[in-house]
C-alpha cells in the first residue's frame, strides 16, 4: 500500500463492476470517499489505453480505485453498495457491455479486504441475495493504469448523455434509495 495513504490513515479499495462511469459517478457521492479514479487493473499489457482495454484482449478490467477514510465509510460498507449498484451474477457483463473488462471483480489491498471481501460474498451467497451465483473474483491488486483524463468524473461532465441518462443515472439513483445517510450532501 502506498505509504502516504498508510500514514494518513486513508485506504484503498479498487472495484471493478462494469463500466467505470457507473462506479465512478455512485462513489463520488459517498461520505468518507475522498478520490475516485477510473482505471484499468488485472492485465498483462502496461499502460494500456482505452481502445486497447474495450478490444478485450488486453485482460484489464475498468476500475474505480477510491482512496477512503475507514472513520467515515468502511471497507464492508463500500462493498454492500457496491453489491447494490451492479449485478455480481453475469460473467463478463453489465447490461448491454459485454466483455472481460467488465467483469466483477474485488482487487484487494490487503489481507483483511480479501477477508472481508470473500465472508461478503459467502454471505450473500448463503441468504440467496441473488437469483444466481456470484461470480465476482476476489483477487490481488495489481498496477492500477488511471484512465484517460476525460473518463474522470464522465457521468458529471456528460449527464444528458444517452449512456449516461439510461445506464449511468440509473445507478446513482439505486445508491441514493439505498444509502442516502451514507452520501455526501451536493
Given at each position: 500500500m502506498d505509504t502516504q495513504i498508510k500514514n494518513s490513515g486513508r485506504e484503498i479499495a479498487t472495484l471493478a463492476g462494469g463500466c467505470f462511469w457507473c462506479?465512478?459517478?455512485?462513489?463520488?457521492?459517498?461520505?468518507?470517499v475522498e478520490r475516485v479514479q477510473s482505471g484499468y487493473m488485472g492485465g498483462a499489457l502496461p499502460n494500456p489505453s482505452y481502445q486497447a482495454v474495450c478490444g478485450g484482449d488486453t485482460g484489464h478490467a475498468e476500475v474505480v480505485q477510491l482512496t477512503f477514510d475507514p472513520s467515515v465509510?468502511?471497507?464492508?460498507?463500500?462493498?454492500?453498495m457496491f453489491f447494490t449498484i451492479h449485478d455480481p451474477t453475469t460473467l463478463n457483463q453489465q447490461g448491454n457491455d459485454a466483455g472481460s473488462q467488465y467483469r466483477?471483480?474485488?482487487?484487494?489491498?490487503?489481507?483483511?479486504?480479501?477477508?472481508?471481501?470473500?465472508?461478503?460474498?459467502?454471505?450473500?451467497t448463503k441468504d440467496q441475495a441473488f437469483d444466481d451465483a456470484i461470480v465476482?473474483?476476489?483477487?490481488?491488486?495489481?498496477?492500477?493504469?488511471?484512465a484517460e483524463v476525460y473518463h474522470q468524473e464522465y457521468f458529471e461532465k456528460n449527464p444528458y448523455q444517452p449512456y449516461c441518462?439510461?445506464?449511468?443515472?440509473p445507478k446513482v439513483d439505486k445508491l441514493r434509495k439505498h444509502f442516502q445517510?451514507?452520501?455526501k450532501r451536493v
Open positions: 462506479l465512478d459517478a455512485a462513489y463520488n457521492r459517498v461520505k468518507g465509510i468502511s471497507f464492508s460498507e463500500l462493498l454492500d466483477s471483480a474485488i482487487f484487494y489491498h490487503t489481507d483483511a479486504q480479501q477477508g472481508i471481501a470473500q465472508e461478503k460474498i459467502a454471505r450473500l465476482t473474483e476476489v483477487t490481488p491488486a495489481t498496477e492500477l493504469y488511471v441518462r439510461f445506464v449511468v443515472a445517510s451514507k452520501l
